[in-house]
T-cell receptor, first 111, second 111 residues
Framework: GQQVMQIPQYQHVQEGEDFTTYCNSS?????IQWYKQRPGGHPVFLIQ?????EVKKQKRLTFQFGEAKKNSSLHITATQTTDVGTYFC???????????FGPGTSLSVIP | DTEVTQTPKHLVMGMTNKKSLKCEQH?????MYWYKQKAKKPPELMFV???????INESVPSRFSPECPNSSLLNLHLHALQPEDSALYLC??????????FGPGTRLTVL
């Protein structure tokens, strides 16, 4: 079956440094979604990418979808303590309703 | 209203108890989901309802029984659970293949 992998598993950065998490799928995806979960919270939907090679920005966050629609990345510029949490990518299988979550990247920001 | 609500927030139950988790959304989304999340793990899909009909059951044990009374409500009936079923239970909704809007979850402890 489809697998979604993410690296790194953990990342500790100094406040103001950049951060990137990478997501790879074993199969071609219909779309990829990104979620953020703060400690003790629930996943919050950030964005969805659909097109091959798509790039979207949300303030300091930049999301990319690979040309082959099998990989994606999330880049945060100049991290802040409010960026702390676990970032999950989730790939949508062509069977429509089944979104497969990656294991997540846990980000810590040292003030 | 862009919120998914869940009750109760916390639940402690014995292995012989019967309890129900409730979820409500008023975004007009036609797909609703139950996920189970263990600590430091991604959400794990349990059930999908599409247009109030159960469309996906991820081989969940029968001690978990979902119910969708109408397009806004989703219940999860629990009976004879095991301690390993202790987890955060998340409800989510979405419009078609778009991103999932998660509720705050019910933190369940089975004694």
């Amino acid at each position: 079956g489809q697998q979604v992998m993410q690296i790194p598993q953990y990342q500790h950065v100094q406040e103001g440094e950049d951060f990137t998490t990478y997501c790879n799928s074993s199969t071609t995806l219909s779309n990829i979604q990104w979620y953020k979960q703060r400690p003790g919270g629930h996943p919050v939907f950030l964005i969805q990418l659909v097109k091959s090679g798509e790039v979207k920005k949300q303030k300091r966050l930049t999301f990319q979808f690979g040309e082959a629609k099998k990989n994606s990345s999330l880049h945060i510029t100049a991290t802040q303590t409010t960026d702390v949490g676990t970032y999950f990518c989730a790939g949508l299988e062509t069977s429509y309703d089944k979104v497969i979550f990656g294991p997540g990247t846990s980000l810590s920001v040292i003030p | 209203d862009t919120e998914v609500t869940q009750t109760p927030k916390h639940l402690v139950m014995g292995m012989t108890n019967k309890k129900s988790l409730k979820c409500e959304q008023h975004m007009g989304h036609r797909a609703m989901y139950w996920y189970k999340q263990k600590a430091k793990k991604p959400p794990e899909l349990m059930f999908v309802y599409s247009y109030e009909k159960l469309s996906i059951n991820e081989s969940v044990p029968s001690r978990f029984s979902p119910e969708c009374p109408n397009s806004s409500l989703l219940n999860l009936h629990l009976h004879a659970l095991q301690p390993e079923d202790s987890a955060l239970y998340l409800c989510a909704s979405s419009q078609d293949a778009a991103g999932r809007f998660f509720g705050p979850g019910t933190r369940l402890t089975v004694l």
